[in-house]
């Protein structure tokens, strides 16, 4: 077999388990998913399963890492456009992907999730704050409340528009900020 066509196989086979994943955490949620499951519902077999994937949480691991990594690219391609529209090209990011950050952090999602994105946002937020130990609430903080607007956002069938809340969503963000520097 040549490796273009294992690479096709690879791909698809990756493919058909993301889908799966999304579909099952919809229906039964995360934490109650087996493996058997995911690849009975995607009709590959467990051994490919194991051959990409140590477990459902390394799946999930690589199309969180996958995501953001698309997800910071729409961020920073064109970094000298102002923060608000990268910020607004975050939701954007947010709603082309609306089915599976929905999954991964509505009700039936994972927990485990839902804090790996508090921490990369937590990240991306620390570099717009000052080195102090309040700082690191205050990061901590902002990055959960990014969160829970996503939550809110995609729960709520996306009310607005990805520029409207990241507007709501940078005010509020630069308000704790704001009060976070004042604090000496």
Do not use: C
């Amino acid at each position: 077999m040549s490796q273009s066509t294992e690479n096709v196989r690879v791909r698809r086979t990756r493919k058909l388990l993301r889908e799966a994943l999304v579909e099952l955490i919809e229906e039964r949620g995360f934490d109650r998913l087996t493996v058997g499951e995911i690849t009975e519902r995607a009709m590959v077999s467990r051994a490919a399963f194991y051959r990409n994937y140590r477990d459902k949480y390394q799946l999930v691991e690589q199309i969180f890492d996958e995501a953001m990594a698309a997800l910071l690219g729409t961020m920073t391609d064109g970094a000298e456009r102002p923060p608000l529209e990268r910020w607004a090209a975050f939701f954007e990011h947010v709603a082309r992907y609306e089915r599976l950050y929905g999954a991964l952090l509505g009700k039936k999602g994972s927990p485990w999730f839902a804090t790996r994105m508090r921490a990369s946002l937590a990240t991306m937020v620390s570099e717009h704050l000052p080195p102090k130990p309040s700082g690191e609430l205050v990061q901590t903080l902002v990055a959960a409340m990014f969160v829970q607007a996503i939550t809110w956002w995609l729960d709520n069938g996306r009310p607005s528009t990805p520029e409207q809340i990241a507007n709501q969503t940078a005010q509020l963000a630069s308000a704790v900020i704001a009060e976070a520097k004042s604090w000496a």
